[in-house]
């Protein structure tokens, strides 16, 4: 199992604002090592992410990540409008690429509807990314939809 | 080279896809028609005498501002063809973004040049000696990793007196380098209100 960013909000207490966080001893380098440990993955993901060698593979990673924590299936269309793509065919070298990285699985339900997930079986730090991206990245389509607000508000 | 038909489709499309409409925008020749009718018509009233200055010193003077005034009319509509005209769109009333496409045809050996690029920048947000103003606009351009610098040469060495953001992106990225420079657009929209509170 990956690291993840919540388990060590928990293991710690660090979203209960009530009380005060106190270390003291082996607590304190525990929470040390935990943290370099999250910086670690962190490091190994930009890492993995700056030599996907495909052009949209990283955007299709990211968008799969944020999808995949709110919707229980994902085909290629969704993370097409996500990253508000116009033809999916821009993304199609994408998909070959990490499903041959092993980031991803594809299920080819029919020969168009194709359910992709993220691999986190073989890759646990995709935890962390999820959870990372899911909090704190903003999709293409997202971006669109707050600017279109503001533009249509006079 | 700034544009080829191809690259502008290809922006256009992009534009559309975010819901927006591309503008071409050509003021260089208002200025260009201007400066030069003036031009026209001094060198034409010389001619005809009907400018004629008998002191020798004033002759002089007026020489030298003829000649002066010959070489601007010329060089500043070629400067604003190359600062201003472009691509413009319209995101919000008062708000544009302006689209600079820029391909390199011959190929350095010594550097190794992204080919393709296009100059995003905004219009002016505010005048540079606004102290709150010039503190808010760095905060935005900080955290959205904006460059501070456009490739104007008025702007490359921070004579122009006002504030505008900036960006830089090549074809496969454009999409997310126009939607940052317009949610800085935004922030500042929403951010300059409480300023003037």
């Known amino acids: 199992m990956g690291l993840s960013y919540q388990d060590f909000v928990k293991k710690y207490q660090l979203d209960d604002f009530k009380t005060g966080l106190e270390l003291r001893g082996h607590e304190k380098i525990n929470f040390y090592n935990d943290l370099n440990e999250i910086f670690k993955v962190i490091c190994k993901i930009f890492d993995k992410l700056t030599t996907i060698s495909s052009l949209r593979g990283g955007q299709v990673l990211m968008s799969l990540a ?28 994408a998909f070959d690429y990490l499903e041959q990285q092993n980031y991803i699985k594809i299920k080819r339900k ?26 704190f990245w903003r999709s293409p389509q ?12 006079k | 080279m700034r544009n080829t038909p191809s690259l502008k489709e290809y922006i256009n499309r992009e534009i559309d896809n975010l819901g927006f409409k591309l503008q071409e925008k ?46 601007i009319s010329i060089t500043i509509p070629i400067l604003w063809r190359f600062s201003y ?25 010594i550097k190794d040049y992204q080919l393709i690029g296009i100059y995003i920048s905004s219009n002016r947000v ?6 709150h103003k010039n503190k808010l606009f760095t905060d935005i351009v900080r955290t959205r990793w904006l460059p501070r610098k456009r490739k104007s040469i008025i702007s490359k060495y921070g004579l122009s007196p006002f ?35």
């Open chain 1, 66 to 93: 944020k999808l995949q924590t709110r919707e229980s299936v994902v085909n290629k269309t969704d993370v097409k409008n996500g990253l508000n793509v116009d033809r999916l065919e821009k993304l199609m070298h």
């Open chain 2, 85 to 109: 005209d472009g691509l413009t769109v319209e995101v919000k009333k008062n708000y544009h973004v302006l689209l600079n496409p820029h391909y390199r045809i011959r190929k350095s050996k």
């Open chain 2, 126 to 131: 505010a005048f540079k000696f606004n102290k």
């Open chain 1, 110 to 135: 029919t020969k168009k509807f194709h359910i992709i997930q993220l691999n986190d079986q073989d890759n646990p730090d995709f935890k962390l990314f999820q959870e990372i991206v899911q909090k």
């Open chain 2, 163 to 197: 504030l505008r953001f900036n960006e830089f992106s090549t074809p496969l990225n454009f999409q997310k380098q126009f939607l940052n420079i317009v949610l800085a657009l935004q922030e500042w929209d929403k951010e300059k209100k409480s300023i003037s509170r």
């Open chain 2, 26 to 71: 050509r003021r260089s020749w208002i200025s260009f028609l201007i400066l030069n009718s003036i031009s026209v018509l001094l060198l034409l009233l010389i001619e005809f005498k009907v400018i004629y200055i008998n002191i020798p010193l004033l002759n002089t003077f007026f020489r030298g501002f003829l000649i002066i005034y010959l070489f």
């Open chain 1, 142 to 153: 997202e971006d669109k939809e707050s600017i279109r607000n503001w533009s249509d508000k």
